[in-house]
């Protein structure tokens, strides 16, 4: 499998990004597609999840502000960003989740940087 993300940039606080990532290449041994990000200094932190059934949960920082979602036709995963804050900056990374003992694919990072 293989993932390209897309999307990030230089966004005021309180505006709108769209992430994408699209996969290929055994997309169906995919459980689940799950965003992260990394700001500096800090540890990654998984921001949202969409299953293979098309269940998702969000990081509580993120709830209500973002949303994942999934185009099968287009073998994309998005993350619609609202409201956006400063401390959204990060770099964001998408990753496939196989399940099982089987390690996750990574998606190169795509930069966000959210200012006041």
């Known amino acids: 499998v293989q993932l390209q993300a897309s999307g990030g940039g230089l966004v005021q606080a309180g505006g709108s990004l769209r992430l994408a990532c699209a996969a290929s290449g055994g997309i169906f041994t995919i459980n689940a597609m799950d965003w992260y990000r990394q700001a500096p200094g800090k540890e990654r932190e998984l921001v949202a999840r969409?299953?293979?059934?098309?269940?998702?949960n969000y990081a509580e920082s993120v709830k209500g502000r973002f949303t994942i979602s999934r185009d099968n036709a287009k073998n994309t995963v998005y993350l619609q960003m609202n409201s956006l804050k400063p401390d959204d900056t990060a770099v964001y990374y998408c990753?496939?989740?196989?399940?099982?003992?089987?390690?996750?694919?990574w998606g190169q990072g795509t930069l966000v940087t959210v200012f006041s």
């Open positions: 990753s496939a989740n196989f399940g099982g003992d089987f390690a996750p694919r």
């Open positions: 969409i299953t293979r059934g098309g269940s998702t």
